[in-house]
């Protein structure tokens, strides 16, 4: 069984400040995880993924997420918000050992101030 | 490049109306084809999944149901639409096998009045 958790459904941070989104998941055999976002009234857009090929992901818009196996953690970073960052961010695990349809997370909405 | 379309954008159906949706997908063969439907506040439900033409598993049982005519067309229907009915769907694709990346469509709104 694979299954996803996103700690917070919500997450405010100032403009300029670290983002940090946390997801962890449970998989009994190697995962694949991604992290997509989902800005309003749109469908949901790939921000990055995990495949096994190295644990420090970087996707796109300045985000990255690092695989730790120990932890079982896949938590999103981005050094510095913009008030474009502002979206609903979900987490997905999928493995061979599950099923190959991604779990998603209940996700997390990030909240940008000025 | 591949790109996936649905439609309506949006959509204001009464109580007891059908219901259909359409999404294609363009520039690939034979793809994975998912509904998911989120509600307000809540996260992505998984409807219908569709691994080739006529195959469709249903993930949740409920008012709705799915099709796929061809290869690249996923259809879903309602013959009798209920409140509870309300809400954003998405479309997507993904190549088969497993850590295969979903790409999701644009969306369409449905409330049911």
């Known amino acids: 069984a694979q299954s996803v958790t996103q700690l917070g459904s919500h997450v405010s941070v100032s403009e300029g400040a670290l983002v940090l989104l946390r997801c962890n998941y449970s998989?009994?055999?190697?995962?694949?995880l991604f992290w997509y976002v989902q800005y309003p009234n749109q469908g949901l857009q790939l921000l990055l993924k995990?495949?096994?090929?190295?644990?420090l992901v970087k996707g796109i818009n300045g985000f990255e997420a690092e695989f730790k196996k120990s932890e079982t953690s896949f938590h999103l970073t981005k050094p510095s918000a913009h008030m474009s960052d502002a979206a609903e961010y979900f987490c997905?695990?999928?493995?061979?050992?599950?099923?190959?349809?991604?779990?998603f997370g209940r996700g997390t909405s990030l909240i940008v101030h000025p | 490049s591949q790109t996936i379309h649905q439609w309506p954008a949006t959509l204001v159906q009464p109580v007891g109306s059908p219901l259909s949706l359409e999404c294609t997908v363009e520039?690939?063969?034979?793809?994975?084809l998912y509904w998911y439907r989120q509600a307000a506040g809540r996260g992505l439900q998984l409807l219908f999944y569709?691994?080739?033409?006529?195959?469709i598993s249903s993930e949740v049982p409920q008012n709705l149901s799915a099709s796929r005519p061809q290869d690249r067309q996923f259809i879903l229907s309602s013959k009798k639409l209920l409140l509870s009915d309300s809400g954003f769907y998405l479309c997507?694709?993904?190549?088969?096998?497993?850590?295969?990346?979903?790409?999701f469509g644009e969306g369409s709104w449905l409330t049911v009045v």
């Open positions: 998989s009994s055999v190697p995962p694949y």
């Open positions: 997905a695990v999928s493995s061979s050992g599950g099923s190959y349809i991604p779990t």
């Open positions: 997507a694709w993904s190549v088969a096998g497993v850590g295969n990346t979903i790409y």
């Open positions: 569709s691994v080739g033409i006529g195959q």
């Open positions: 520039g690939t063969s034979n793809p994975n």
């Open positions: 995990y495949t096994s090929a190295a644990t």
